[in-house]
């Protein structure tokens, strides 16, 4: 499994001098697995990017993982090249509702006003699908996905191939189900992360922006994000989902925070950014 991430950045696009060297496009991570299929993490404005690399090689099926719908996570859908090319085929998967269906949540934003062109336009054949309750197979990986803390449906994924593990939770407030030097099955996420080789997690606060005001907003500290990878004993922490607020320079002291905290026997944490490959082999 060879994990591409094409966007770490939380809540809003962040371009500019600032944020060149981790990247301002938000959250999309690509997955290439060993039998070849392309497994995309959510849909943010760094799958713009990835679409246009896509397009240069013959049509096929993709399959997208939606985490939510909040909009950093589905914005970039309507710059994905191969949705507007005949041939291709989109499989969508996403967080469940009693209301409507996952497709018609997404074509909320892929119409008018929000965007020029309406969802039933694009040439590419796209499907949309609830995830299923019990893990499922996507090419030579398992996928298993779970609802988890956050405003709003959303989900968490466990993808697991050839006996490696990456866990996927963009965003997530694990400190609102449980302390975490609890009981760790009564955290939210914890089942997603346990023993994963790389987990990508929310890292969006400080401690001092989360205890003076965004409490119960959705997203975790850094510290919260350390000690959630101590207590799912995963091997290495990626951070992920940075505040569009957040320079370079300043994502670099919060890492030297979270080294701090992660257990002696975890690899060192590593800072999420644009253009990033980790072969999980």
Known sequence: MIVRVWGARGSLSAPGPATVGYGGNTSCVELEL????????????GIRELGQRLVEQDPGVLHICLTHLHLDHVEGLGFFAPLWRAGWKLKFWGPPSPTATLRQRVSRYLSPPLFPIGLSEAPAEATFED????????????IEAQTVEHRGPTLGYRIEEEGRVLA???????????????????ISGWALAASADLLLHDSQYTNDEYESGRLGWGHSSVDHAAAFSRAAGVRQLGMFHHDPMRSDRELEALYDRVAEIVRDDQERPLIAREGLEIALS
């Open 34 to 45: 060993a039998d070849g299929t392309t497994l995309i993490l959510d849909a943010g404005s």
């Open 168 to 186: 996927y939770l963009p965003d997530h407030e694990p400190y609102l189900t449980a302390g975490l030097e609890d009981e760790p099955k009564w």
């Open 131 to 142: 995830v299923p309750r019990d893990p499922w197979r996507i090419g030579s990986a398992i």
